[in-house]
């Protein structure tokens, strides 16, 4: 398999709406020039309009482990499948769940065909999760994320052993690195470290060029 790039649109005003759209359509004009792996995730309100304009696979930023019925307010998993969603975040630092919530959210995307990304804020959570049969790992040390030092040049060991713990439990689940994810050297090093690709924000986000930032950051991955 091919080195993922995964851009969290979170929610960024860039990655809302309109923006969201736009941004989204440059990553997939990047990802077909480039010929890379390439998937976002977005906010839920806009899924629906972005996977049918786009090629690369779209992720909900986040789910419940609930069914059809009195839910009011909560994200419903056969939703996001009908919206277009491929997937989704779970357990992102910025919204966690308890262990038996991922469980249950993971049998459920199991059970209707969406990918899920389970989040780790470090490499024992992340073996933690591993046993739950994720179809990701993405490891994100929370006090880098949105910083200027990536995972890879501030904290490589994180990488390496959230590798060996995950690959121990179960050696096809690709792990993810992020926090901090900025620049071309900051994806081949994670690449290099034995990282199956990255996910990252605000590197793109935040980008007054987020094509130019796509662009280096993609060439990370070759």
Sequence with gaps: MKPLLMINFKT??????ENALRIAKIADEVAHEMGINM?????????MRISHEVDIPVFSQHMDPIGFGSHTGWVLPQGLKEAGASGTL????????????????IDITNRIGLKTVACASDPKIAEALSVLGPDYIAVEPPELISGNISISEARPEIITNTINLVKDIDRSIPVLVGAGVKTRSDVSKAIELGADGVLLASGVMK????????????????
């Excluded at 998937?39 to 899924?47: F, L, P, T, W």
Aim: proline residues 2%; charged residues 30%.
């Design 12 to 17: 960024y005003e860039a990655g809302t709406g």
């Design 39 to 47: 998937a976002i995730a977005v906010q839920s309100v806009d899924i």
């Design 90 to 105: 779970l357990n992102h630092s910025e919204h966690q769940l308890d262990i038996s919530e991922i469980e249950k959210c």
């Design 207 to 222: 980008a007054k060029k987020p094509r130019a930032a796509i662009l280096e950051l993609s060439k990370g991955l070759k």
